[in-house]
């Protein structure tokens, strides 16, 4: 990370050293139908900290591979990089920025010195914003233009300004204030804007309109369109729209009248951003601002572990190194994560941007190709139902490693039907504790269509139930999660210049569009032709 | 498929020359930006039929790659097998089984005798009754018991019946008939089964179970909440209930009497079986006997082009060689599926389920290990959001095909603002273009953290619109696209032992679970120490 490069991680004795052992691991000997009985495997395989249960004694490891696991972290440091975001370092090189989402939810009161100033009362003062507005909204003292109280927020947002504060939102939809309701309005696609605006009560209604630049096209195309119908139905845009923005931006101008303007911060990136304002301010209309710092508390407790707790105890620590041991050294290139408790059904939607989007790089903080892959492909369903769709492949095809994520205490008691001798919960439970068993043992058969080589790994998290502390927890599990894996490669999980190339080529199609809607006798045959063909299909093909 | 064995695809001429033909395609003169300049590439590289457009231009192939894939789909007579299939073959040869979906929405004249006996009169007798219900329910003549018409359908299904009906009714919302709501209770997960209780006016609500063996633990679990609901609402379940089942089981017995009972059929497998009654009862209640007909018609349409269309003009059997060519020579284990169309949110999990149940497996159908992989990852969110998520890893990290798929003619027509010139609907059009685009031909860049490496395959789909007919002819699309492909590896793309072990072991958790709810005294020490660590943390974990 500093200006001469440092040695590519697969140049390192310690990355070598696991290379050596990967063959250990692969014997038939070392199967995890074996592995699994070892005396003690659970107790040595498994952790405990900040509230949440890991257990990775399902995972292709045996002692050994988790002793130079460790070496490769000492090797990198990564335990002090960690430490380093968290104290200012601009740990994001190509954008010279900091990382600083630990910061957005920590109720420390040391000082965070940015250029000799304290960045800290800067949130503090955004969350006090945002809790003196939620009871503003709540006591009705704040009210639509026709003095209606507000019960629809809309958010309007896009990647990380809404994948997260929708996790969250779903996860903890059982603590929602029983009149408000919550509706994401992220793609640019007209039907996402059709179906909300045919559900919404627009005199009731408060439009939050995330986005750091304010020129995001798919959220700007959205705000336009809810402008508008605002309008059409007499209301006044001024008194219905609030916005989460960067100070100065176009949405943070006061020729541009909101009902309020909250500040996000160009040291927190979008993917990062669900315990800022980004999150802050729907989480905060819609479960109530206690509730959002609570989930901010869970958080901390879980980024205080990630950095004080030795590397061999330290969940999100040993869950990455876990992860590049899959990834680059047993070669897994996909990694499911299945919660069993459909309030995290957005789980999945988000750490696959959280993880995706930070961990897909070509090159390292150097410049330099890495040289192996980076990233893995993230997806997920919940189970059971991602049993009955493709663990059929999990089983007998292509294996991929997979989280599995239990909550011990389930929300909604007052159903107790039983079926087979057991509650639905049970049922649910009987297929977590079966399946990561079922995967790593496998079973012989005579029928080969029956065989199931086993071998497959897994790791099993369970939280004590879905309160706002164990959200909190598990989001910045995962950050935390993120970030070592980055720190391992010295790669860069705080840009994303991998989404530009396809940017600025839209942004010359829609100049085409733009000129034709204009000028009908504007012709596309300066465009390439393959464009050209898609332009003349949409413009010959829509019947107006 | 018949007695002895047939060679394996691996050992094929055919297959050995593609094998061959592979470097070629590595090279750096094939890369796509060049490929994809050549002349007349848009038109030699795709494919109209059945009203669907199928661009595969920037897959990396080039005339050689697919004379060679041809011959391969003629060594193993796969249009043949395709045939049969519809011609009550019974090509599920581990179950002793046919595969008849194309048949669930055959308006032809021919018969088709299994064991000498007719069955098309079943299928149309099945719909006439889902026809009479559907108007039954719609005009009040079938109430609820305590006389209020019906405007809540909840459909309790996993898996094959649950997925296939969800992708349909969401891709069709815009056609809902308006005073009906459908509900989807699949989890067992009871967070899924309060939620919808906390929703529906019981009065007013249909239960449709949906279970080929009535014996799924999930449904009957879920089944069981809602009749104990119901009851304990003072409602008759009698009046509340209708089956889709197969005939004489419990689902179908007089003695729980029910509002209606429709019969599947073993030989359509459930992930196949949306075109039955199992898509018919749900999708005819909620947007109408007709539109399901109209989506059924669709289906056949590509049903019947998947049929008799010469290979190379064949848009399933051309996307299930380019799938293979992706998979096993080109070594991609993942693809991607974005439709830049939020009603087509749920084709991802539907076709998760379809092709990775389908195709991943370990066997031939004369059970001898395959010995390349056979399916492969799917995964996939609606364009523009997935470029706002995982795209930087598409772009910049590790490669995976993509099926785009845009629709011409967008629903709400009604909302036209414009931003920078254009309406949403364009927008998102630009993206569409612009993205295939840029994977394909990349970007080089003195600054390598902006160097796009290009030669990312994808394939791009259009359809006119979201009719009921299109979403038919997408769907066959994708089943046709699923069985080619295992036709051409030789397994079983209709049976799904694999997760048959997962089954087994819950089954045994869930009895001592059930002994434990009998006898608080119970102690789980004769369990593996795993399984019984986990039962205890739940069991001690829960507070009641």
Redesign the interface.
Known sequence: MGKKPSSPVTDLPEWLSLKKHTPVINRKNRHLKYL?TEKG??ENFSLNGAGI?YDF?RQRVDAKTMSLLLNLAEARKIKKQFKEMTEVKKVNN?EKREALHTASRSFSNEPLLINGKDVMPDFTSVRKKIKEFASGIHTGEIKGSTGKTFEHIVVIG???S??GPEFVASAL??LALKKMKIHFL??????????I?SVIDPESTLWIVISKSYTT??T???T??A???MMRKGLDPAKHFATVTSKGSPGDDPSNPVVASFHMFDFIGGRYSVTSAVGGVPLALYLGYDVFERFLKGAEEMDIHAKETPPGANLPLVAALISVWNNNFLRY??QAIIP????LSKLA?HI??LN??S?????TCD???LGV???????G?????A????????????P?PIDFI?V????????K???????????????????P???AA??DDA???????GNRPSS?I?L?DLSPENIGRLLSFYEAKTVYEAFIWSI?PF?????????K???????K???K??NPDYSFKDAD???G???E??FK???K
Chains 1, 2 share one sequence.
């Open positions: 699994i495997r659970l249960f004694s190509t896009i990647g990380g809404y994948l939809k059982h992220s793609n640019v696609d007209i039907n996402n804007f059709g179906e605006a096209s798919e700007t195309a959205n336009n369109q402008y508008e119908f290139p996909a069993y408790s459909s309030p939607p696959q941007q995706m989007e961990n897909g790089k070509y090159v410049g330099m190709p892959p980076a990233g893995t492909i993230i997806f369903e919940p189970g059971t139902n049993q009955h769709s493709f663990f059929q492949l999990a089983h007998q095809g292509r991929f239990g011990i205490n389930p929300c909604y008691e007052q159903y039907s039983i079926s087979k001798g057991v509650t639905n919960h049970q049922e649910l439970w009987a297929n977590l504790i079966a399946q068993a079922a995967l496998g079973k029928d080969t269509a029956k065989y199931f080589p099993t369970l004590e860069n840009d994303q210049f991998g989404v530009e190339l396809g940017k080529l839209a942004s010359g199609i829609r100049s569009m733009a000129e809607n204009k032709p393959v464009t063909f898609y332009l299909k949409l093909g829509y019947k």
